[in-house]
């Protein structure tokens, strides 16, 4: 009978065990959601910055979004590769996180491809003798950006039930209408805030909760 009682325990530890290394992942710690949410707003603030200031970087701040698809993809990998119990749950935030990273480099491209052609129309008014447009696509681009932020936080908000990441994707959202209405230096300001919201505080309540946990 002791034997047996012995073997329960242990089993339930087993099983302990593998619930609490099923919960120390990769988007459970949080560390995706700090990832993005400081690159975005360093992005943002410095967009703000060079146009409250009136100065330009030697290159464009924005391309850090293109570097960081590329730890996205590979922390998403390395996590599948050592986990041993992975859920379903897991499964679609990998997938969720992955598409967003390669929907972010869709988007720039877009929006940089947009820009140069309105930068073309604008010099052939010009060159036509007409006064040259003062409409920039940069204007509306960030109401593009901010809904693409929005799509897996509010995934991620739904699938791991966590209520601060949906309180970021509703200001991903609230502020994609918002900038339609805003010069492009506001454009930044909410989009640093979107970022903040969305992934930076959350990620770091993930990533807090987490050490508590590997600690217990």
Not at 70 to 92: C, F, N, Q
Not at 181 to 209: E, F, H, N, Q
Request: charge should be positive; include cysteine; charged fraction near 15%.
């Amino acid at each position: 009978m002791e034997e047996k009682q012995m073997s329960e325990l242990e089993s339930l530890q087993v099983i302990s065990t593998m619930i609490q290394k099923a919960k120390t992942s990769y988007h459970d710690k949080g560390t995706g959601a700090m990832l993005w949410g400081v690159v975005i707003t360093v992005c943002s603030l410095s967009t703000w910055a060079q146009l409250h200031y009136k100065y330009e970087l030697p290159f464009d701040i924005w391309l850090l979004t293109v570097v960081a698809v590329v730890p996205t993809i590979i922390l998403s990998i390395r996590e599948g590769r050592r986990r041993k119990v992975k859920g379903y749950d897991e499964t679609a935030m990998n997938w969720v996180w992955t598409c967003f990273g390669i929907a972010i480099f869709l988007t720039v491209h877009a929006n940089n491809a947009v820009s140069a052609a309105f930068g073309d129309i604008k010099d052939a008014v010009e060159a036509a003798g007409g006064a040259r447009p003062a409409i920039y696509y940069s204007d509306y681009s960030s109401a593009f950006m901010l809904m693409v932020y929005g799509i897996p936080t509010l995934v991620s908000a739904g699938i791991k039930n966590f209520k601060p990441m949906l309180i970021g994707g509703i200001v991903c959202w609230l502020s994609a209408i918002a900038v339609v209405y805003t010069d492009r230096a506001t454009d930044m300001l909410l989009m640093a805030l979107s970022a903040t919201c969305a992934w930076l505080i959350p990620g770091i309540i993930l990533y807090v909760k987490s050490r508590k946990l590997q600690a217990a």
